[in-house]
């Protein structure tokens, strides 16, 4: 079965430090990966993707993430923060098809940003 | 238009009330899904359709009844629910299952009294 681990549930950083959301997943092959932003009672915005190729993957509203096979992790990065990132992160995993789980997304529990003046 | 759109923003249903959850999307997407979530927790599968053809239920209650009468819309029926399926309950779409992003709606949230 899929999961994901986002091992910090809430951070804090001032405006303009750099920021990294750490997210390990588990999954037999090598899964779909996304990030989504949610801000309270909104729905989901996504971020950025991985699908194949390279690792390195650039998103909306400056992040990136890389994609690390050997620490099946997928971190997201930004390398100054707007106080307007203030929200809940989820990196997502999801099934390629073939398996039984194919079309499930399944979530992280999430990471509370706050971003201080 | 990346627009999923959702009605009603917020609904207050009786526990013994028959009511709606709508979802619509103009993207030509063939996969359409519902989403489930509690407050301070992930967002959590109920159901996806592909080709207006359900394809995963994840043992969802009886009193949840998905309906996708064409490729651009997606309901979920309600009925005899109870208070702990309050939650904001979040619409999706993708191109296909999954071999693109999903864009999700702002969600409906539903309180039961």
């Known amino acids: 079965a899929q999961s994901v681990t986002q091992p910090d549930i809430h951070i804090t950083v001032s405006e303009g430090a750099s920021l990294e959301l750490r997210c390990n997943y588990s999954y037999g092959a090598t899964p779909y990966l996304f990030w989504y932003v949610q801000s309270p009672g909104q729905g989901l915005q996504l971020l950025l993707k991985y699908f194949s190729g390279d690792t390195l993957v650039q998103g909306i509203k400056g992040f990136e993430a890389e994609f690390k096979r050997s620490q099946s992790s997928f971190n997201l990065r930004k390398p100054s923060v707007h106080w307007s990132d203030a929200a809940e992160y989820f990196c997502a995993v999801g099934a390629r098809a073939g398996g039984t789980s194919y079309g499930k997304l399944t979530f992280g529990q999430g990471t509370i940003l706050t971003v201080h003046p | 238009d990346t627009e999923v759109t959702q009605t009603p923003k917020h609904l207050v249903m009786g526990m013994t009330n028959k009511k709606s959850l709508k979802c619509e999307q103009h993207?030509?997407?063939?996969?359409m899904y519902w989403y489930k979530q509690k407050a301070k927790k992930p967002p959590e599968l109920m159901f996806v359709y592909s080709y207006e053809k359900l394809s995963i239920n994840e043992s969802v209650p009886s009193r949840f009844s998905p309906e996708c009468p064409n490729s651009s819309l997606l309901n979920l029926h309600l009925h005899a629910l109870q208070p702990e399926d309050s939650a904001l309950y979040l619409c999706a779409s993708s191109h296909r299952v999954l071999n693109t992003e999903a864009f999700f709606g702002q969600g409906t949230r539903l309180t039961v009294v």
């Open positions: 993207m030509g997407h063939r996969a």
